[in-house]
């Protein structure tokens, strides 16, 4: 009943282009919205959705604010809208900052400074980007990360996997409560990851420093990394070591309490 007396019965589809000035520094807040952050041929922004949920964009001093009303009330379901930013090549940002309530947020060929990705409900996922400092979160949705260089931050999902493939971590804190967590083909310097109640695997991945991994409930797996020494703990498992040791490689820690800890 509420939904019915405050929604607007005729809210149609809308195409907006917006007026886009060159801009180093990208903010975005958004109630029901997914955003995609890409390279183009120019910079330039485009909304697909209801005309109600258009943002509005602001610009200063090379500053682009992106901001939906905080009031929005929708009645409509299973209907997304999408704000797509590109900028052209070589174009490097000083800082990203994308919160959404409820939508998707993805990088692709973008490089930053400061990237600080954030969503209530959808997936954050990053490809071929770049980030000195990164920021990735999302409370129900998977956090993905491919052919990337992220470092100083964190990736964090409440619900949902944390996946990394191709790219480098660097001083990167992995937090996962219901999940799991994927690591391929990644470089690792620095950080550690924290599970609650997931699987860790880690493959072909390449340490620069010691790493730590701390579980609760699930399995630790790793496989065909440069470990010199491995410190395995569990309460309620088997602490399994099937590799040979790398003389060059680092010190690799984990723990668990219901699950195992196993290395080949």
């Known amino acids: 009943m509420f939904f019915k007396l405050f929604a607007k019965k005729d809210d149609d589809v809308a195409y907006h ?59 409509f379901q299973n209907s997304e809208q ?32 400061r990237v600080f990705l954030k969503s209530s409900q959808g997936r954050v996922r990053v490809r071929r980007s770049q980030a000195s400092e990164a920021l990735l979160e999302t409370s129900d949705g998977n956090v993905t990360v491919r052919n990337s260089k992220l470092g100083d931050g964190k990736l964090s999902t409440y619900n949902g996997e944390i996946k990394a493939s191709g790219s480098t971590l660097s001083n990167m804190h992995l937090s996962v409560a219901n999940g799991n ?28 420093s010691d790493y730590t991994v701390k579980n609760i409930e699930g399995t630790n ?5 440069n470990v010199k020494k491995a410190q395995l703990h569990t309460i309620n498992g088997q602490n399994v070591i099937e590799n040979d040791p790398d003389p060059s490689g680092y010190v690799l820690t984990m723990s668990t309490v219901d699950g195992d800890n196993v290395i080949q």
């Not at 490097?92 to 919160?99: A, C, G, K, V, Y």
């Open 181 to 208: 967590v994927s690591l391929t083909d990644d470089r690792i310097a620095g950080g550690d990851i924290n599970l609650k109640c997931g699987n860790l695997t880690i493959d072909h991945a390449h340490f620069d």
């Open 17 to 75: 282009t917006f007026d886009l000035k060159a801009f180093s520094s990208l903010s975005i807040k958004l109630m029901q919205c997914s955003v995609v952050v890409e390279l183009g041929a120019d910079f330039k922004a485009t909304f697909l959705g209801k005309d109600s949920l258009v943002p509005h964009l602001m610009q200063k001093d090379r500053n682009a604010f992106f901001k939906q009303k905080n009031h929005i009330i929708q009645s």
């Open 82 to 113: 999408v704000l797509t930013i590109t900028l052209p090549s070589q174009q490097m940002l000083t800082s990203i900052d994308i919160q959404t309530n409820e939508g998707n947020i993805e990088l692709v060929d973008i490089d930053s400074q």
């Open 221 to 225: 797996t790793v496989w065909s990394v």
